[in-house]
């Protein structure tokens, strides 16, 4: 039986019979974040204006962050409702939904999102409530889709 990190299946490959070198024996457990996200101690920015500007080098900008903002609502509407699932059910599809979410944010500069999403992301593989985030993902959500409307586009 594999583990979160897709090991411990044969693969089809033939048995060995020397033992693995000790560092590619893999662990027991799944490994966990070794420290969580902790909340800003300053507002953290809705966009990320250096991720903004790499992308506009390969996409339509605008295209790409409105289109996010079309889809976004619905992983952030997952994400928070996973998150009032019980504890077995919260950790895997809540821990997915994050993923998903915070990886997306990153990828268009949604600084503030991503990192909401990455703390709901960790606590919930960690087993904890996440609950109480999710105003502030939702309220990063709202000030990415306002920001997205009221910029400038050159």
Not at 47 to 62: G, Q
Not at 68 to 91: M, W
Request: contains cysteine.
């Amino acid at each position: 039986m594999g583990n979160c990190l897709g090991g411990g299946g044969a693969g089809g490959a033939a048995a060995s019979t020397h033992p693995p070198p000790p560092a590619a024996v893999a662990p027991a457990v799944a490994p966990t974040l070794q420290t969580p996200p902790l909340p800003p101690d300053r507002p953290l920015p809705t966009f990320d204006e250096e991720r903004l500007r790499e992308l506009s080098t390969v996409v339509d900008l605008r295209d790409t962050l409105l289109g996010f903002i079309k889809h976004g609502r619905g992983l952030v509407d997952e994400v928070a409702g996973s998150c009032t699932e019980s504890a077995e059910d919260c950790t895997s599809r809540t821990a997915k939904a994050a993923h998903a979410l915070k990886g997306a944010a990153k990828t268009i500069g949604a600084s503030r999102l991503a990192h909401y999403a990455e703390i709901i992301e960790w606590k919930a593989k960690q087993g904890e409530t996440c609950g109480s985030y999710v105003p502030d993902l939702s309220a990063a959500y709202e000030d990415l889709a306002t920001g997205v409307s009221q910029r400038t586009w050159s």
